[in-house]
């Protein structure tokens, strides 16, 4: 103890401390709300007084044909944007690696940033007017090739094709930063290395570049299924309609209108304890997986 | 109208009068003016003026929603002429806690986390939610003392049955928005120069409409190029302004309110086989491209551009959809460019159709447990009272503005509480017609309402368009004369409903509700077939209808005797 106290860590163990606070505060002491998914949540009663009911906001939940269709949803939209949000990055990332002109690749950077810091509440406004069908810029676009108004943000078919694609848009700049970063970290000795055994800049971007970075991308990865259950609220909230509930409703909106609007606090606090628990779930396997595959550790 | 409006939205959950206690008990709210002096209240006895000014003023908080008001220069919600009458005649400081556009969504998150005003407005499951959790204040005592022997008469107009809807085991625990009843029935409102122009019949029945909307797409009369049947909205089901409640109510289904079915059981309108017939046609209209394909992402403001561009011009809603959103379709540039003329609502058969209509409380006005001085509120609502009964100069400041001049500014909304007459509006469709054709304000009677509706109309008259919106409802023929005709001919299906909500209500109507919109639209907009209707059904009475059904009836079985 005496030789701890004394020793270099101690100050970064200090550091640590309000650190420690916050999650304690922030993540640690809302979970005693976990109790409201078990009761028939009042208010002015608060978590020890109202009334207990056990199962039955689970058992109303199991009837209600929602919640597998939210589940459903929460999973298949966020596995897309896992996917096309890792692909997209790299693959620009790459393509700006090659780019010799730091001018251009220095404003293309900054362009493609730049929606990272726009609010979904701006952005959703926006995509409204783009894509209204009746009076909409895309939709009188596609309407020069003889193409009827296509209704994307009422369609079904069309919703989580346009959720992943606009959200890859405003935050496909921040990642291609963290991947350009990664990428000048390779030893460019390999590369000489690559040319001399006759690699050509395909063969050195697959050989030598990919690997570079892939400790990385199994890192974004990893910490991206973190977040998949709460990623998409603000966008889904701002884009979508009783017409696509069907395949954009999730977890975050069903939970937001039972607990907020209707003020089921029991029913809705039910739906997000079974969200943890799914998140939950998957944290274990993506950390396990990176463990497995990128040698990447938490201690 | 906003605020009337919402009211109307809020009629899902439409509780009135009655409470199981107070049911058995009879004549309630005479009762509860009797037992004056409960026990657990030990305050001095009656005050010698129960408008008294305090002094020094005292401060009374609540909450606001965004409306439709047209402030004067330099005035907002926060601080404005309304707001200074109060404090200098009352010596009542109001302030606003916040003011949202999104007022529900917004009071339900103060209420989550107990932080609520001294006095605010809520929906009856709100009040119910707020009774239950014991975090408002008992009124019985503060009305009795306090309310003047005007606002006593104006709440128990009625028998005192809309006042009983906020009683709970005969305690008052809210004062309730008192309103026409009738004003939720529905009218059919036609652009008339339209007719005219292709040649075509006022509708009386609902194949007749079905044809002049088929026209009115065809044909194109505003020459836009694309033409839309109804003007629709995303709470089209019941919302009061560009909604299909008249539609459905043509079809004998009643969606939102409680009937009586064959058997003589209580029945949920929304889930009437009648339903689907109706959502069939609507479906065929929507497949033969005659709706706004955007219908169901846009409110009632967002439906009206199309409106005001002239490429709708059927539009089913309430008696005060001229003011809102008509009024800026019909008049543009300063003239009259559309004209729009309110019908009956017509059937699909031989059967004339009937109106739904809610017992007339859409929501209600509920003082916080913790507030300092409950019986200020009582004096805000006599003040409005008294405006209301007796406008005088010295008081039109409520109403108009400091200008006191009428406007149609709706600066009368800036009340923090404001109350409609239980008979308002009935008298206004059988007497101001007469008097208009008779030009002879003589016939009108001394209800300043109707006379001041008929000072706007001899406005409209003498070339003043912003006051349309009062013609179209005062004139003979207007909706005000409707809706005296519908009471004529017996054509209003009242809620037969009016507990107060029962807990399968309280806790599963909006999700139910919600349900029903989604498999509406979608069977509206052809994404699933008409069947999916029983399936709904079906779904439905397992996910709490059934329940609710039996509790409604349970209920019912102890008021019909």
Known sequence: ?299 | MKMRLLKMGLSIVLVSALGFMTACSGNSSNQQQGESSAPTENKEAAPADPMAKYDPPIELTTVRSVSNIKFDEGETIDKNAVYDAYEKDLGIKIKNSWVSDKYGEKLKISIASNDIPDFFRVSASELQQLQEADMIADLTDIFDKYATQKTKEWFNLDGGRQLSTATFDNRLMAIPGTDNPYNSSSYLWIRKDWLEKLGLPKPQTMQDVIKIADEFVKQDPGGTGKTYAFALNSSYINNGAFDLQGFFNGYHAYPGIWVKDASGKLMYGTIMPEMKQALKQLQDMYKAGMFDPEFAVKDADKENELVVAGKIGIAYGAFWQSIWPLQTAAVQNGKLAQDWEAYPIVSIDDKPAKTATDIGVGSYFVVSKKAKHPEAVIKIINKWIEVQTNLTDANKVYMFGKSGVDKSALLWKINPTVFFAQDENLPAGRLLPKAIEAKDPSLLGTNPEINSRYKRVEKYLAGDLTMWNEWAMSKPGGSFAIMDQYDREKRYQVNEFYGTLTPAMLEMQGILEEKTRETFTKIIMNKVSVDEFDKFVEEWKKLGGEQMTNEANEWYATVKK
Not at chain 1, 10 to 35: D, K, Q, R, T
Not at chain 1, 171 to 179: A, S
Not at chain 1, 200 to 224: D, E, F, K
Not at chain 1, 262 to 291: D, E, M, N, P, R
């Open chain 1, 1 to 299: 103890m005496q030789k701890f106290l004394r020793s270099e860590r101690l100050p970064l163990h200090l550091m640590l401390l309000p650190s420690l606070a916050i999650l304690a505060v922030y993540s640690y002491w809302p979970m005693a709300g976990i109790m409201i998914a078990f009761e028939k949540y009042i208010p002015t009663k608060g978590l020890f007084g109202s009334p207990w009911v056990g199962l039955r906001n689970f058992k109303y939940l199991f009837y209600l044909p929602d919640t597998q269709r939210v589940i459903i949803n929460t999973l298949s939209i966020a596995s897309m944007k896992i996917v096309a949000g890792l692909i997209v990055p790299i693959v620009i990332a790459l393509l700006l690696n090659e780019v010799r002109k730091s001018m251009f690749k220095r404003a293309f950077q900054t362009l493609v940033y730049l929606p990272h810091f726009l609010s979904w509440v701006i952005l959703g406004g926006i995509l409204i007017d783009l894509l209204s069908p009746s009076n909409g810029l895309v939709n009188q676009a596609l309407g020069v090739f003889g193409i009827q108004p296509i209704f994307f943000l009422g369609d079904n078919n069309w919703f989580q094709f346009i959720l992943v694609s606009s959200d890859v848009w405003k935050e496909f700049g921040f990642n291609t930063i963290v991947y350009l970063a990664a990428l000048t970290g390779i030893n460019p000795t390999l590369y000489e290395a690559a040319s001399i055994d006759g690699a050509n800049r395909l063969r050195q971007a697959w050989h030598v570049t990919m690997p570079g970075i892939m400790p990385i991308a199994i890192l974004m990865v990893t910490l991206s299924i973190g977040n998949v259950l709460n990623a998409g609220f603000d966008q889904i909230f701002n884009l979508y309609s009783t017409p696509v509930y069907e395949s954009g409703d999730i977890i975050d909106t069903l939970v937001y209108r039972l607990g907020i609007l209707q003020a089921q606090y029991g029913l809705a606090t039910a739906v997000g304890l079974l969200k943890s628990t799914v998140s939950l779930i998957l944290i274990a396997c993506s950390y396990f997986l990176a463990y497995r595959f990128a040698n990447y550790r938490i201690f």
